[in-house]
């Protein structure tokens, strides 16, 4: 599959066991990405099937694959339930969502995903607009910093990085690419765990630049609403902030998590769950693609 060389799909065969498609229902990929997943739910539909595909990134859209039964929707899956309405859909069989940067992010050294290359310090999933992540180290405060540092990279040293960031900034060589943000951190790094740490501060750039947990509260609460009875809903993560939402989410369908009982004190959870622990990928996967080493997929279908 030629979309395999911009990104390699996680999980994709226990990925399509889980929206158990029908050739005939409507399907969402979230995030087309390189269209693996897309691709291979196509190939399972009828004439009369239908799958919608959202990415934010150009790149992705331009990539995208042609089929009649497919429409690649540029644009955040928070904004799902619009979307779908536009193209007339007002309820769907299955929504899958792979939460996963795509390779091509990781390895196109420009857009500053990676910290293997010097590059400007971007990392906006949607190039048209927002603020970059140099932007965002150069003015937000010092507690701003420390917050993001330990709340989405769960970075014992946040505080000290964030002090050292606007300390940098401060005496006039401001940390606006790759290569300055490694320069500035890496003494708080602990050598024995350097990539995985320098992993976890790019990591909660990435997700304070691009506003994903919010964007996944809005999507989780939109794809219960526009499931059908019966209809699946599985999504892969990769770090436990998302794992922790959805596996919420899918035990209560609300985005706090709180379970609501009956006057019996029975559960009265939309979701019924398919997997009560997540699927992750075998050996042999992960020694074809080391990327997928932290995905786990869970799976629901809405009652």
Not at 83 to 97: C, N, T
Not at 189 to 209: D, G, S, W, Y
Not at 260 to 287: H, M, N, Q
């Amino acid at each position: 599959m030629p979309e395999e060389v911009y990104h390699i799909p996680a999980l994709l065969p226990e990925a399509l066991d889980a929206l158990d498609i029908r050739p005939d229902g409507i399907y969402v990929d979230a995030t087309l990405g390189g269209g693996g997943h897309s691709h291979a739910i196509v190939e399972r539909l009828g004439e009369a099937g239908r799958l919608y595909s959202f990415d934010q990134d150009s790149d992705a859209i331009e990539r995208a694959f042609e089929d009649p039964r497919f429409t690649a929707v540029y644009g955040n899956f928070r904004y799902l339930r619009n979307f779908l309405r536009y193209y007339g859909v007002e309820s769907v069989d299955g929504i899958l969502a792979d939460l996963g940067v795509s390779s091509h992010h990781f390895d196109d050294a420009g857009r500053g995903f990676s910290f293997r290359a010097d590059a400007p310090l971007d990392m906006r999933m949607n190039r048209r607009g927002g603020r970059t992540a140099a932007s965002l180290l150069a003015t937000a405060d010092e507690e701003c910093i420390a917050e993001i540092l330990w709340l989405y990279g769960e970075l014992r040293q946040s505080r000290r990085m964030a002090r050292a960031i606007v300390e940098a900034r401060k005496s006039g060589r401001p940390v606006d690419t790759t290569g300055r943000l490694l320069e500035v951190v890496r003494p708080f790094i602990n050598p024995r765990q350097e990539k995985k740490e320098l992993a976890q501060v790019f990591q909660a750039l990435r997700i304070e630049v691009n506003g994903e947990m919010s964007a996944l509260e809005n999507f989780l609460s939109q794809a219960l609403a526009v499931l059908k009875p019966g209809g699946r809903l599985a999504i892969i993560t990769y770090h436990s902030l998302e794992d922790r939402l959805v596996k919420n989410f899918m035990r209560s369908g609300r985005i706090d998590g709180e379970i609501e009982k009956d006057f019996y004190g029975r559960s009265t959870s939309p979701f019924r769950l398919l997997t009560t622990k997540p699927i992750v990928p075998g050996e042999a996967e992960v020694e074809r693609n080391p990327r997928a080493r932290s995905a786990k997929l869970r799976c629901a279908v809405k009652l």
